[in-house]
């Protein structure tokens, strides 16, 4: 009935299926609830609104959650957790636009409660059964793709190492092919290298191989075309892996430049639909922390005020998106001193500028609260890599490999190298290379959901830590 890789070839189509039925199905329950729990015909058109209003969340918010990404061999209670969050946005979204269009009384508070319940548990069983649905499929070959590779140095290695490490690809290696006879036999990275690609070309007119990757040096262009010309009389796919394992790779992907096909190396993840739902995520959650600390900061404010003379708020220069200089904010926690141009000394332990007050704003982070009016103004982050001061930039840009890769997203007021321990003073070189091994991190996996981890992090740890002074 089925063809063996039929899922494999039909993959785009089944994540569109994926996609409508996640629009579908919580608004089936929606409509179920109603007729349970209000049951009013015709409906009310502000329920109607509703309804497209939360269609239309479910199609823009749910692919930044990751929710339609290869999963397979993933964890499956990681995936629960996705789909709760992003129908729990979504629900966030839709009441706070009632709030906004004050159609919020016109809604029964049973019916939404109970909608966002029912909604978030019928995607959740749906994204479970269509886990045991493809993991059926997949025991019985109908979702493997068969690859013989063309090359057995150390590109082929690489890309062997990458499939045996990936499995939930769909990918199956059958072996190597080389020109180098006195490799045949020998085993790499655990496939056996089978012949030459003559042989191998033979071996595909018989159909028992779906795709030949092309893992050759790009000097062996000449090569490559002859092997190419004569797979034209097969019909498997052929695809050329370029060498590319040793540059430092950020976000790479393949795009389409005036009909060119480009491969990108180093790119910001904030493009599209991701830079709308971090600048939404920012300014929300910004205006939101301001109102609720406004007393508070009131009242630091005049702390800082009594506590020495000079200005409430510390205004610095420091590197934004791209590298572009921005004043960020803080409470001033130092008296008021000046230094050499171009120098900055950063705090120590027992740092006499440091004022009492200013220790314990520092220990706690209430210094960084104005820096939330940065975000809105839309210059930093509530997420991502911490500033830090220009001087410091031009020291470690030549010393730490990658180092302006910090500056592909705007820089946060928390970050992932700080709830991984890593703030506070970086007196030694090694410090500030694990900073930025983590905030490059962060830049490589960004997602809404990472953001929404580190700032449950940052609540449940603490604002306290022992490297803060």
């Not at 082929?156 to 020109?179: C, K, M, R």
């Not at 796919?237 to 389409?256: A, C, E, H, Q, W």
């Amino acid at each position: 009935m089925f063809r063996k890789g039929w899922l494999k070839q039909y993959s785009s189509a089944v994540s569109v299926v994926a996609r409508i039925m996640d629009v579908i199905l919580p608004m089936a329950a929606g409509l179920a609830v109603y007729a349970l729990y209000v049951n009013v015909w015709p409906m009310e058109h502000h329920y109607h609104v509703i309804f497209v209003r939360a269609a239309l969340l479910v199609l823009l918010l749910f692919p930044l959650f990751g929710l339609y990404r290869s999963w397979r061999g993933g964890n499956l209670l990681h995936e629960v957790w996705r789909i709760t969050l992003a129908w729990g946005a979504v629900m966030v979204a839709v009441i706070l636009l009632a709030f906004m269009t004050k159609t919020s009384a016109m809604y029964s508070r049973v019916w939404l409660g109970t909608w966002a319940l029912t909604g978030g548990s019928i995607l959740i069983l749906s994204h479970i059964f269509l886990r045991a649905g493809l993991r059926w499929f997949r025991r019985r070959g109908f979702n493997v793709r068969r690859v013989a590779v063309i090359g057995a140095g150390q590109l082929g290695h690489n890309v062997a190492q990458h499939i045996a490490e990936s499995p939930w690809t769909g990918f199956e290696l059958t072996g190597f092919y080389d020109d180098d006879a006195s490799l045949k036999g020998q085993k790499i990275a655990g496939l056996e290298v089978l012949g030459s690609p003559d042989e191998l070309i033979q071996f595909a007119k018989t159909g028992k191989v779906d795709e030949v990757w092309l893992t050759l040096p790009l000097r062996a262009e000449d090569r490559m075309k002859q092997i190419m010309a004569r797979l034209r009389n097969t019909t498997v796919n052929v695809r050329f892996v370029p060498n590319i394992f040793g540059f430092s790779l950020m976000n790479s992907s393949m795009s389409d430049v005036a009909g060119v096909p480009v491969l990108n190396l180093n790119a910001s993840p904030m493009v599209g639909a991701s830079r709308l739902a971090k600048a939404v995520e920012d300014r929300a959650l910004a205006a939101l922390i301001l109102v609720l600390t406004s007393p508070l900061q009131l009242l630091i404010a005049l702390g800082v005020k009594l506590s020495s003379p000079g200005p409430v708020l510390f205004r610095q220069r420091r590197h934004g998106w791209d590298g572009k200089p921005i004043t960020i904010y803080k409470f001033r926690t130092m008296v008021v001193h000046s230094e050499p141009a171009g120098c900055v000394t950063p705090a120590c332990r027992h740092d006499v500028r440091v004022t009492r007050f200013g220790a314990f704003l520092r220990r706690t982070s209430l210094d960084e609260l104005p820096q939330f009016i940065n975000v809105l103004q839309g210059r930093m982050s509530i997420v991502g890599p911490r500033p830090h001061a220009m001087e410091h930039n031009e020291q470690y840009r030549d010393l730490i490999d990658a180092y302006m890769q910090r500056h592909k997203v705007k820089p946060g007021i928390t970050g992932w190298a700080q709830v991984n321990g890593w703030r506070g003073e970086t007196d030694t070189l090694e410090k500030m290379q694990k900073r930025v091994e983590f905030d490059l991190h962060y830049i490589a996996h960004w997602s809404v959901w990472l953001d929404l981890k580190i700032i449950f992090l940052t609540v449940v740890k603490g604002f306290f830590h022992k490297n803060a002074y």
